[in-house]
């Protein structure tokens, strides 16, 4: 048990004998350190004004990834390398590359988000070399600035190769102070106001997940952040899942991917995309690069959002949950999780371990589209996730359409499954399927949507899954269009 939470903050390694568990990197930052380069917009992960670099060993391999400070707790840093906007200027006083150019393409007017889209650029930076505009957009997508207007900031990103200057951060020796710090023993610290546990083995988690059954578990808190940030929600204890490393893996098996509950959002994309286009087109809109760095699978799935967009596509997949409990694995469907509005299928002492997620078979259509207010950053109105086996006889064998957004909890359309069975893949069978969407849901109108819009879409998008399928060139011609106005 060590009782010192550990990480290097630029050049410096700080021990921090003391802290409260869900104390922010951004409170920690401008608060306590007075470092004030970083900059509260939201305070829940929007804005992107807080984004700073957080580097760690991955399989023994130095990563640097933007993240939000808002809803990151200073204690999940532990064996991480921090930096923010102050360390970018050289000890000359030279301003980085990425800085650089922001001044030299005008993209900064009041300023205020300008630290947070200069982190961005710098992950961005330390990480490819030559990234399209489309990825620039990506990689800036959760950073907003209400002034400027993101053009020069594009043409920032893209000058700031072109200055050229090398990495005055010498990753080998970064690694090696990183490697130091991380250890097997579990992190155990205190605060005035409770207590942050960090096992690093699974089964030490297992066991406090029994021991501790008041906890909190947090995966990578972008939505238990903003328990803390918006909801005032005094968490203690907290037992952060993050120092497990078996848990972030993924193993791509025969048939199959196991996914690691502590896989990121930004891994996951990358694994999936694999299975289909379209599920990394879905993932790329999947908040913005911050959350998708910090966002687990396991907490996408626990949090048991009705409009989570993982869990609709998982569901189609034919996904199963490792649950464990202590030493004992229980495995099940992923749709016989969702029980009812925020009510999951998750025993006392048990935690989610992995997603087993089937490959797609070689005969299956597949189709999953997000419609959302916003492109970029938004979560689903509603999510339509649907996989279809047609037999050999040229009728539809298996039918499974997932839904968000549609209920209490994602959720298949049974009834207009079976409207679908048995029949030819075609315009009548789809008319029938959306006839019989109203059996399968009664919908909710709220802000994001009224009841009557997300019927409509619902059916709308199983007839595009039509088109699709049975006209690719009308497709086509819309991809072509969405692209032209940037949306490809
Ligand atoms: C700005 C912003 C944009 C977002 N955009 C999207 C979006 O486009 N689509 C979308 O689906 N979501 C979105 N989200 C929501 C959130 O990012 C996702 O739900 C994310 O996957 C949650 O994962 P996490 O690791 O951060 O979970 P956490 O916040 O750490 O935990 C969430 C819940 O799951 C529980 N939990 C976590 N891991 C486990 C485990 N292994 N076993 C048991 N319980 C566990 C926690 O106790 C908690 O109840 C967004 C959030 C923000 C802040
Ligand atoms: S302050 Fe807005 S994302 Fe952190
Ligand atoms: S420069 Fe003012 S918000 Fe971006």
């Known amino acids: 048990m060590r009782d010192t939470l550990r990480f290097l903050l630029g050049d410096e390694r700080v021990e921090i004998a003391s802290c409260d568990p869900t104390l922010t990197v951004l409170d920690w930052l401008r608060l306590d350190r007075r470092m004030t380069g970083s900059k509260e917009g939201c305070a829940e992960g929007d804005c992107g004004a807080c984004t700073v670099v957080v580097g760690r060993l991955d ?66 930076w330390l990480n490819e070399d030559s990234p399209s505009v489309s990825r620039i957009e990506d990689a800036l997508a959760g950073n907003l600035c209400r002034c400027t207007g993101y053009e020069p900031i594009i043409a920032a990103a893209q000058r700031m190769y072109r200055l050229g200057a090398a990495d005055r951060f010498d990753r080998d020796a970064v690694a090696k102070r990183l490697s130091e710090l991380s250890d097997a023993a579990t992190l155990s610290l205190s605060g005035p106001s409770g207590r942050f546990l960090a096992p690093a083995t699974v089964e030490g988690l297992a066991e406090f997940v029994i021991t501790e059954p008041q906890a909190t578990l947090v995966a990578g ?8 940030t918006k909801g005032m929600r005094r968490l203690d204890p907290v037992i952060y899942l993050g120092r497990i490393e078996a848990l972030r893996q993924i193993e ?71 649950l464990r409990c202590g030493g004992e694995n229980r495995i099940i469907p ?16 048990e935690f989610v371990e992995a997603v087993i997620v089937p490959k797609l078979p070689a ?56 409207a679908l069975i048995g029949r030819n893949w075609d315009e009548a069978a789809v008319t029938a399927a959306i006839a019989a969407l109203p059996k ?6 709220d802000m994001r949507a009224s009841a009557q819009y997300r019927l409509t879409v619902a059916g709308n998008l199983l007839r595009r899954f039509l088109i699709e399928t049975t006209q690719p060139e009308v497709e086509t011609r819309v991809a072509g269009l969405l692209a032209e106005v940037g949306h490809g």
């Not at 992923?334 to 002492?349: A, C, I, M, S, V």
């Not at 189709?367 to 689903?380: A, G, L, P, Q, W």
């Not at 109105?381 to 209920?407: H, K, N, S």
Request: charged letters at 20%; one cysteine or more.
């Open 252 to 322: 791509d098996r025969d048939d199959d991917l196991q996914i690691g509950a502590m896989a990121t959002q930004t891994d996951v994309r990358s694994a999936l995309a694999a299975l289909s286009p379209e599920i990394n087109e879905l993932m790329r809109r999947f908040g913005g690069e911050q959350v998708r760095n910090a966002g687990t699978i396991g907490g996408n799935i626990a949090n048991g959002s009705p409009i989570g967009d993982l869990p609709p596509v998982l569901i189609a997949l034919g996904a199963t949950l490792v």
């Open 221 to 228: 808190a972008t939505d238990v952040g903003l328990w803390v």
């Open 363 to 418: 005969d299956a259509l597949f189709h999953v589209s997000k419609i959302s207010k916003r492109f970029d950053e938004d979560i689903s109105a509603v999510c339509g996730a649907f996989l279809l086996r047609i037999g050999e006889d040229g009728r539809v064998a298996e039918a499974r359409l997932a839904y968000g957004g549609m209920a209490g909890i994602p959720k298949r359309a049974a009834v207009a499954e079976t």
């Open 440 to 445: 399968d849901f009664t919908p909710l109108s």
């Open 59 to 124: 399989r023994g391999l130095l990563r640097y990834e933007a993240i939000n400070a808002c809803i990151r707790f200073l204690p999940t840093l532990d064996g991480c390398h921090l930096l923010t906007v102050e360390h970018l200027k050289g000890d000359d006083g030279a301003l980085h590359p990425v800085q650089q150019a922001m001044v030299d393409c005008h993209g900064s007017q009041c300023g205020f988000c300008t630290p947070g889209f200069v982190m961005s650029l710098f992950a961005l």
């Open 334 to 349: 992923l749709e016989t999780f969702f029980l009812d509005y925020r009510k999951q299928d998750r025993r006392p002492g």
